[in-house]
T-cell receptor, first 114, second 114 residues
Framework: GAGVSQSPSNKVTEKGKDVELRCDPISGHTALYWYRQRLGQGLEFLIYFQGNSAPDKSGLPSDRFSAERTGESVSTLTIQRTQQEDSAVYLC????????????FGPGTRLTVL | KQEVTQIPAALSVPEGENLVLNCSFTDSAIYNLQWFRQDPGKGLTSLLLIQSSQREQTSGRLNASLDKSSGRSTLYIAASQPGDSATYLCAVSPYTGANSKLTFGKGITLSVRP
């Protein structure tokens, strides 16, 4: 079956602009996660969704970052007034909320802020 | 706060060699541990997942072990091949409910020389 998909695969934007990143999880996966991977850094957790609620937003680095999810489907991560330090690969993962909780990752969106 | 360490950061071996990649974590209260592979410019591919109650998992030439009490995991790769060249990441999830947000190590970049 289809895996996790993300769009766009690459995004180049100017400092100060807003960007929206999209994630389509595996069908039937109720849990969805966003992570960020900056150059030379490990992956950092950003936010966790269970269904369309976000009980853990503890990883969002500032109030310029927000995310929403429609039902148990698509999620969008929005970054307002982008800064150069936001440049990173943004990865989305999904999992079944019960059982092993194995996470399956999408290919990521590479964001470059000029 | 959970911290995951992978040492060394890079490793180069000749083809055919058996090798062990190490991962350590500071908080033994984990739900599971996952090993991932990341190819340049790509997302993460899940290799093996070990539940906290398990001691090892095997898939083909890969074997992952877990010693939760000492905070260690190893990924054993048998008869390495040039196609195994990639970055290998280990990640742990906390022992709290359905939120399985992962804490990642920075990865080990493996190069297998023909």
């Amino acid at each position: 079956g289809a895996g996790v998909s993300q769009s766009p695969s690459n995004k180049v934007t100017e400092k100060g602009k807003d960007v929206e990143l999209r994630c389509d999880p595996i069908s039937g996966h109720t849990a969805l996660y966003w992570y960020r991977q900056r150059l030379g850094q490990g992956l950092e957790f950003l936010i966790y969704f269970q269904g369309n609620s976000a009980p853990d937003k503890s990883g969002l680095p500032s109030d310029r970052f927000s995310a929403e999810r429609t039902g148990e489907s698509v999620s969008t991560l929005t970054i307002q007034r982008t800064q150069q330090e936001d440049s990173a690969v943004y990865l989305c993962a999904s999992s079944l909320a019960s059982g092993s909780h194995e996470q399956f990752f999408g290919p990521g969106t590479r964001l470059t802020v000029l | 706060k959970q911290e995951v360490t992978q040492i060394p950061a890079a490793l180069s071996v000749p083809e055919g060699e058996n090798l062990v990649l190490n991962c350590s974590f500071t908080d033994s209260a984990i739900y599971n541990l996952q090993w991932f592979r990341q190819d340049p410019g790509k997302g993460l591919t899940s290799l093996l997942l070990i539940q906290s109650s398990q001691r090892e998992q095997t898939s083909g030439r890969l074997n992952a072990s877990l010693d939760k009490s000492s905070g260690r995991s190893t990924l054993y790769i048998a008869a390495s091949q040039p196609g195994d060249s990639a970055t290998y990441l280990c990640a742990v999830s906390p022992y709290t409910g359905a939120n399985s947000k992962l804490t990642f190590g920075k990865g080990i970049t493996l190069s297998v020389r023909p």
